[in-house]
C-alpha cells in the first residue's frame, strides 16, 4: 500500500533536487541587467555594465519573509567586511504581497533591518524574471566577468556563500 506520507516525501525529495538543479543550471551564464526596476533606494541606479571587474551579489528579498529577514545580517555583513575589496551587494526587493509595493514600506524596512547597501524595487518582477529567479530569499554571485557563477536559494550555506565571495574578489581577471 502507498501511503500519503510516502507521497509528500517523494514530492519534497524531487521539490529539492529541482532547486539544487536549478542553482547548478544558473552558472556560468551572463547576469542579466537589471531591468523595470520602480525606484533605487540607497543609490543611484545602477547596471551591471557599471559593475563589471567587481564581484557583484544579488539578493531577491521581500521584507514581510521570516526567511529573507533571516539571511539579512549575513548580507549585510558580507557588505561591510568585503565592499571595500570589490564586492557590490545589490538587494533586488520583490513583493510577494501588494503592501509590500509600498516605496514607504521599503525605506522603513530598510531603516530597521539597517540595511546600507543599493535596494532595487522591482515591484514588477521585471528583474526577477530576467534571473528567471522563483524563490524568496535567492542569491546570486556575480564575477568581474559578469557572469552568474553561483545560486543559493533559501536560508543556509552561509559559510559556502561567503568563501565564494572570497575566492572571487581573488580571481585576477584584468577586468578590473
Not at 524531487?14 to 526596476?37: C, D, K, N, V, Y
Not at 520602480?38 to 545602477?46: A, F, H, Q, R, V
Not at 544579488?58 to 548580507?75: A, E, P, Q
Not at 529567479?133 to 559559510?159: C, M, R, S
Amino acid at each position: 500500500m502507498y501511503s500519503p506520507l510516502k507521497t509528500i516525501a517523494t514530492v519534497a525529495m524531487l521539490a529539492t533536487t529541482a532547486i539544487a538543479s536549478a542553482g547548478q543550471l544558473r552558472t556560468s551564464a551572463a547576469a542579466p541587467e537589471f531591468t523595470g526596476i520602480d525606484k533605487w533606494l540607497n543609490s543611484e541606479p545602477l547596471t551591471m555594465s557599471q559593475l563589471r571587474g567587481k564581484v557583484v551579489l544579488v539578493d531577491f528579498w521581500t521584507y514581510s519573509c521570516i526567511n529573507c529577514v533571516n539571511t539579512l545580517g549575513y548580507v549585510s555583513s558580507w557588505h561591510k567586511k568585503y565592499k571595500d575589496q570589490g564586492l557590490v551587494v545589490i538587494g533586488v526587493h520583490t513583493p510577494e504581497y501588494a503592501f509590500e509595493r509600498s516605496t514607504d514600506n521599503v525605506k522603513t524596512a530598510i531603516k530597521r533591518f539597517n540595511i546600507s547597501y543599493p535596494v532595487a524595487q522591482d515591484n514588477r518582477y521585471a528583474t526577477w524574471n530576467a534571473y528567471s529567479n522563483q524563490y524568496w530569499p535567492a542569491f546570486y554571485l556575480i564575477d568581474k566577468t559578469g557572469k552568474i557563477v553561483y545560486t543559493h536559494f533559501g536560508e543556509g550555506k552561509y559559510a559556502e556563500t561567503e568563501a565564494t565571495i572570497q575566492r572571487l574578489l581573488a580571481q585576477n581577471t584584468g577586468a578590473q
